[in-house]
């Protein structure tokens, strides 16, 4: 054979195929690890019209899996109960437990993609800590439910099912870690949750979502834009313990008391949720820049949830020796400043961060 077809016949051998288990035309189905953390999705209540008032986190995974027995025909799956918790419980500990366990399974060759199970609480933060610490381009998936499992009409169900399709597919590799719900798929960087109760909740305000599920079929329409997974510069592998890093909220009549208890806590770093374009009052500006001389890290975002927060604007960032959080809102600031101080304490490098993941 001639020696230049050799590179490219190995190449076509080695692919791996992920396609539907039905498919018997093609030779694998995609393996997917469903982590099972807790939630409503796991939730059950006592009648099926209970929809609040319910349990979370009771079903264990393997029930969860069988529930939605089509998910043998589109996948290889198998579950595995990380912990059990509402995700309102979940804690820097539970995330590096997580993503440890991520790590590993996506090191594998027999794992194709993962499906985590999680409470819409705090769902959007463990997203993102796993977009910035995940170090795989396999798709990794993060999937909720606003109605218990027992509940009439469920959307469990059908969004374990999507979320299932969309980690077996091609089309999400390399897109970072996608939260998947109610039809739509998410970039975790950009996904919020807007509504405390209805099933379609999470939302990318103004940047839109990634793409959608319409029956059977993954359809993509845009990328995102920031690092993430494969690209990020993050390893959590020998980390134990997360910085502390806590939230100070902002709002007319604010005064020092919150950040001053948090100075005076020797937090490792504080993110302040400020009002329009993340400004904090004149006092509590002074309390910032006095807990900053303290060394303790000062990120500014803005309680609005859209847009930029602009350095060096109302605030003098330079001379105070701020971050701003480009468009990141407070609960996400605060995992990339956690992420980033267990690199670097040098504001211009996590500057830079804030700017690029
Ligand atoms: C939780 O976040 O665990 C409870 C609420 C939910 O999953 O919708």
């Not at 969004?159 to 719900?181: D, H, I, R, T, W």
């Amino acid at each position: 054979m001639n020696s230049r077809f050799v590179p490219i016949l190995l190449l076509v051998l080695c692919s791996p195929v992920l396609l539907r288990a039905d498919d018997t035309s093609e030779k694998r189905v995609a393996n997917i690890v469903i982590l099972a953390t807790g939630g409503t999705i796991a939730g059950s209540g006592a009648t099926s019209t209970t929809t609040v008032g319910y349990k979370a986190a009771t079903v264990p995974v393997q029930a969860l899996i069988d529930a939605v027995p089509e998910l043998k025909k589109i996948a290889a799956v198998r579950g595995e109960q990380v912990f059990q918790i509402a995700s309102q419980n979940m804690t820097n500990d539970y995330w590096l437990k997580l993503a440890k366990r991520a790590n590993e399974l996506l090191k594998q060759r027999d794992v194709d993609g993962i499906v985590v199970t999680h409470g819409t609480d705090t769902l959007e933060e463990t997203a993102y800590f796993l977009n910035l610490v995940t170090n795989s381009d396999k798709p990794v998936v993060i999937v909720g439910a606003m109605r218990p499992s027992t509940a009439l009409s469920a959307d469990g169900p059908i969004n374990l099912y999507n979320a299932v399709l969309v980690a077996g597919s091609k089309e999400a590799f390399g897109k970072g870690v996608l939260v998947c719900m109610n039809d739509q798929i998410n970039s975790a960087r950009d996904v919020t949750k807007t509504n405390t109760s209805t099933a379609d909740t999470f939302k990318s305000p103004e940047l839109g979502v990634l793409g959608y599920v319409q029956g059977d079929r993954v359809a993509f329409y845009r990328l995102p834009a920031r690092r993430h997974t494969l690209n990020s510069e993050f390893d959590i592998s020998g980390i134990d313990k997360l910085p502390d890093v806590e939230i100070a909220y902002g709002f007319a009549s604010v005064s020092r008391t919150t950040v001053d208890a948090l100075a005076a806590a020797s937090v490792d770093g504080i993110v302040y949720a400020g009002v329009g374009d993340g400004n904090p009052s004149e006092v509590t500006e002074q309390a910032l820049a006095d807990a900053r001389a303290k060394g303790i890290l000062i990120v500014r975002s803005a309680r609005v949830g859209n847009g930029i927060v602009a350095r060096n604007n109302e605030v003098n960032d330079d001379k105070r020796d701020f971050v701003v959080s480009d468009t990141l809102n407070p609960q996400k600031a605060r995992i990339l400043l956690m992420i980033a101080l267990t690199k670097t304490r040098d504001t211009k490098e996590i500057q830079r961060m804030f700017y690029e993941y």
